[in-house]
């Protein structure tokens, strides 16, 4: 938690207190930070305001595995065995302190965590495109591959999760998490994923599902989305991004299957300097890699890689950030 721009006030409703400020930014905590392959770590970041006390889930491909590595590592400091009593200080954060869940498509790698922990679920909402929700309601919650913790769909609905799609290009407001959000689509391979701009005041972050480089998906959807980033960074709204990385830069196009490479990331990045003014305009812009892809060849390590083709290759002076699970940051 951060304490750097004001004053920490008590907030004693939920049994946990949070920082307040009056120049307010984001707190960040990785659930999970891969892209497939071993179940424990798999795409899921919360996201709350500075002056808020509760987080919206991004995605929920690990999320209990994760609350217990952030627990590990101090990103709850205001969770305590005692303050979250009945519950487990895990419980507690997944309990309350997450309010509700944007999924950015259906992918079992950001919803298997969800699935799994539901029956054990608070009364929550979940935010995704038409898309996204329709998937869940038909082939999740449908008493086949797992029972109805939804408030629509087929057979008895035990009414766990609120199901919302929110039109795209809409605002619409994330619940108690006190964030406002606006879903846009994104192209994956034939699926629709989509991206969620999230906003609070003056001040707003983005968050990608997967997604493949426009040439590659012969689509404008990252075209349109830098055309709406570049306004929020002319008017320094912008706090920070979230997006995938899959794979390394040798991995052929036909092996993409709608995902980017650090090369496709920084050319689709330098679109948007251009729409946001030009050389420098992303000069120190905090660029979250999620979802890199683990590989089980011994001596290969495609984290190092593509940190290092990023790093080699980024001439526009972001700065890359690669959280690992458990990590909590500010933006
Ligand atoms: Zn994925
Ligand atoms: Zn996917």
Redesign the pocket.
Known sequence: MTNRFGPRILLLGAGFCAAFSANAGFQVVALGVN??VEEGN??SYLIRSDSQPRYLAL?A?SVLPGIEQALAKGSFPEVNAENSAPLTPQGAVFRNLISGYFIS?A????IAGLIIASPQDSRKPIYGSAETISALRQYVFNWKLWPNFTDAGSGQRLGTYRLNAPRPGQRFSLSSSGLDGVIYPLS?GGVTSSMLLISRENESFAFF??TGADKQEKSRDLNAIWRVLADEIRQRRLKGIII?T?FVDETPDAQLFG?LTPALLLTELTQLEQYAGGAGSLKGLKVVIS?IKPSLLAGVDPRAEIRRQLEQGDRLGVNFIFMQQGDSQHF
């Not at 992918?107 to 950001?110: C, E, F, G, N, V």
Request: glycine share 22%; hydrophobic share 10%; aromatic share 0%.
């Open positions: 892209g497939g798999l795409t995605d491909g498509h992918h079992l790698d950001h994956h599902g997967d995938e899959s995902h979802h």
